[in-house]
């Protein structure tokens, strides 16, 4: 699988739009971005993935570069439940067996 | 639906007993996976099952441990002798589909495991 590189923490403004980039310049024809997030103490849980298009769910919206290096995980208005660990993960579209290999991630703090 | 279930949530143990670390997932879900997480080295998978068969177990650290999936509702994972070092949290995650195919994996809750 392609490595991914994320920022090890961000803070957000509650209110404000959380904007959290992933570089995966490696990434290949075949392969997805898929965003997982873990709240403290919790399992993580999936947010969100795309192939080059963007994409958006209630969530939150994704959006790819157009050479695919890299993309940025947009939480529109971010409140203090969104603060979590943000793991950006790249996986290919035949991966037998739905593997995920987490990274470091972002921790994403939100504050009052 | 009650989502992926974990047993138990904590367990304290002593260096050399079993561990026995139990999860049910999601109903119709046909893939489980267990995973481990620590500080040092962060959420790493251990083994997936497909249709109750493990697939690939590459990620399991050592003999001492083994994972099973009798049915489609209970999988196990089992630490025999436990040591300080297999102190984590474990993570149980299901999700529905077959190879290929791009299907959200829902994680339990964990169990926090202490080996003293």
């Given amino acids: ?112 | 639906d009650a989502g992926v279930i974990q047993s138990p949530r904590h367990e304290v143990t002593e260096m050399g007993q079993e561990v026995t670390l139990r999860c049910k997932p999601i109903s119709g879900h046909n893939s489980l996976f267990w995973y481990r997480q620590t500080m040092m080295r962060g959420l790493e998978l251990l083994i997936y099952f497909n249709n109750n068969v493990p697939i690939d177990d590459s990620g399991m650290p050592e003999d001492r441990f083994s994972a099973k999936m009798p049915n489609a509702s209970f999988s196990t994972l089992k630490i025999q002798p436990s040591e300080p070092r297999d102190s984590a949290v474990y993570f149980c995650a299901s999700s529905f589909g077959g190879l290929a195919v791009h299907n959200e994996q829902f994680f339990g809750p964990g169990t926090r495991l202490t080996v003293l």
């Fill in chain 1, 1 to 112: 699988d392609a490595k991914t590189t994320q920022p090890t923490s961000m803070d957000c403004a509650e209110g404000r739009a959380a904007n959290l980039p992933c570089n995966h310049s490696t990434i290949s024809g075949n392969e997805y971005v898929y965003w997982y997030r873990q709240i403290h103490s919790q399992g993580p849980q999936y947010i969100i993935h795309g192939l080059k298009n963007n994409e958006t769910n209630e969530m939150a919206s994704l959006i790819i570069t157009e050479d695919r290096k890299s993309s940025t995980l947009i939480l529109p208005h971010a409140t203090l439940r969104d603060t979590a660990v943000y793991y950006c993960i790249v996986r290919p579209r035949n991966n037998a067996g739905n593997m995920l290999t987490f990274g470091g991630g972002t921790r994403l703090m939100v504050k009052p």
